[in-house]
Antibody
Framework: EVQLVESGGGLIQPGGSLRLSCAAS????????MSWVRQAPGKGLEWVSVIYSGGSTYYADSVKGRFTISRDNSKNTLYLQMNSLRAEDTAVYYC????????????WGQGTLVTVSS | QSALTQPASVSGSPGQSITISCTGT?????????VSWYQQHPGKAPKLMIY???KRPSGVSNRFSGSKSGNTASLTISGLQAEDEADYYCCSYAGSSTFWVFGGGTKLTVL
């Protein structure tokens, strides 16, 4: 059974850093495209970043240069390093697996809340 | 402001059919047959309901169907049931610089 479990969220001051983790089971992270998607309070979903199976990474303009997506193959875990956090980064962050060619999101985690506030 | 436009809410009675629209542009919905739909119950993870405009994943009821015309995609739910009450989001691939865009979500109420 495919499962994705996010962790690492919390309250952080503007300008601070946080690292989110997404532990996967039931499949191999490194063999799939993996993504982070966020949802600000009361708002819709927003794509944040993707890492392809070959290792290429891409980011939304809103986080480019501040966020870094990575994975640890030995731990079958996806990460999102978030630096220079802003109030507008406040959101629930979901990790999601992409499948298919062309790819679409199929499984999502339950999300972890990041609150950026002083 | 979400990239794709959805109605904020729709409602229907049990047994009825409803349709949720998702309007994008010629750069996303209109250019690719890569629209997907997600159901999200409060506090839960989004669940894939439709992909590539009209394909249903294994295990999703055939009461859910998708279509597209021009820059607008649609999700139709027939034979509404109480458990269909949830938020629904559309998503479209938007090319190799924007990647994926989502709608703002539609709250479905089953009366």
């Amino acid at each position: 059974e495919v499962q994705l479990v996010e962790s690492g969220g919390g309250l952080i001051q503007p300008g601070g850093s946080l690292r989110l983790s997404c532990a996967a089971s039931g499949f191999t992270v490194s063999s799939n495209y993996m993504s982070w998607v966020r949802q600000a309070p009361g708002k819709g979903l927003e794509w944040v970043s993707v890492i392809y199976s070959g290792g290429s990474t891409y980011y939304a303009d809103s986080v480019k240069g501040r966020f870094t997506i990575s994975r640890d193959n030995s731990k079958n875990t996806l990460y999102l390093q978030m630096n220079s956090l802003r109030a507008e980064d406040t959101a629930v962050y979901y990790c999601a697996r992409l499948v298919g060619a062309p790819p679409h999101f199929d499984y999502w985690g339950q999300g972890t809340l990041v609150t950026v506030s002083s | 402001q979400s990239a794709l436009t959805q109605p904020a809410s729709v409602s229907g009675s049990p047994g009825q059919s409803i349709t949720i629209s998702c309007t994008g542009t010629s750069s996303d919905v209109g250019s690719y047959n890569l629209v997907s739909w997600y159901q999200q119950h409060p506090g839960k993870a989004p669940k894939l309901m439709i992909y590539e405009v009209s394909k249903r994943p294994s295990g999703v009821s055939n009461r859910f169907s998708g279509s597209k015309s021009g820059n607008t995609a649609s999700l139709t739910i027939s034979g509404l049931q109480a458990e269909d009450e949830a938020d629904y989001y559309c998503c479209s691939y938007a090319g190799s610089s924007t990647f994926w865009v989502f709608g703002g979500g539609t709250k479905l109420t089953v009366l």
